[in-house]
Nanobody, 118 residues
Framework: QVQLVESGGETVQAGGSLRLSCAAS???????MGWYRQAPGKQRELVAS???????NYADSVKGRFTISRDNAKNTAALRMNSLKPDDTAVYYC?????????????WGQGTQVTVSS
């Protein structure tokens, strides 16, 4: 069982930057880490992910603006968000996925609110 705790969400003006952090209670070295977001009235969507090997994937809407990273030694992941837009307003969730013999173990954080004002 891995617990994830996000931090760093706040209200910023359009064009600003934020850095979200995700702290895991256990080792993340074998897992894929991801950041998802959910805006009011919308489905949760993948923002960015990073595999245990360091390969990254980004939603088209954030490419070139957001950067995902991980620190396996500290069991943390981060999302650097630049050039923020009002459309980036959402609750952001940290996600960890581990492949096991029996299938996928998936863990979620409680979320952190990001609000971008115009």
């Amino acid at each position: 069982q891995v617990q994830l705790v996000e931090s760093g969400g706040e209200t910023v003006q359009a064009g600003g930057s934020l850095r979200l952090s995700c702290a895991a209670s256990g080792s993340i070295s074998q897992g894929t880490m991801g950041w998802y977001r959910q805006a009011p009235g919308k489905q949760r969507e993948l923002v960015a992910s990073i595999t245990r090997g360091g390969s990254t994937n980004y939603a088209d809407s954030v490419k070139g603006r957001f950067t995902i990273s991980r620190d396996n030694a500290k069991n943390t992941a981060a999302l650097r968000m630049n050039s923020l837009k009002p459309d980036d307003t959402a609750v952001y969730y940290c996600n960890a996925e581990f492949s096991t013999f029996f299938g996928q173990n998936v863990y979620w954080g409680q979320g952190t609110q990001v609000t971008v004002s115009s």
